[in-house]
């Protein structure tokens, strides 16, 4: 049970699930290449400057900074669940 009154619930991700993901997100990012290719080093770089501050404002504003702590994984982020569940050397 949860202490806030809720229920909890634990979720193992399958390794077909984690294939699924794995492939989402290199199409995503093979997208974003193609998007930003013909960016300069500048305007990539301010880009980069500004989705970072607005990630950051997101985590201020809403309480949640990043890294987050391993037993406070969002379950709805593919990434972190991937990185929550990865086996680590």
Known sequence: MDPAGGVARKFRITEGSLRLLTEQREGIVTGLSTVVADWTPERLGR??????????????????????????????????????????D
Do not use: C, M, Y
């Open 47 to 88: 880009f980069i400057a500004d989705l970072r501050q607005l990630n950051t404002d997101i985590e201020r504003i809403t309480g949640r900074p990043w890294p987050r702590k391993a037993n406070d994984v969002d379950h709805t982020d593919p990434s972190a669940v991937r990185a929550a569940t990865a086996d680590h």
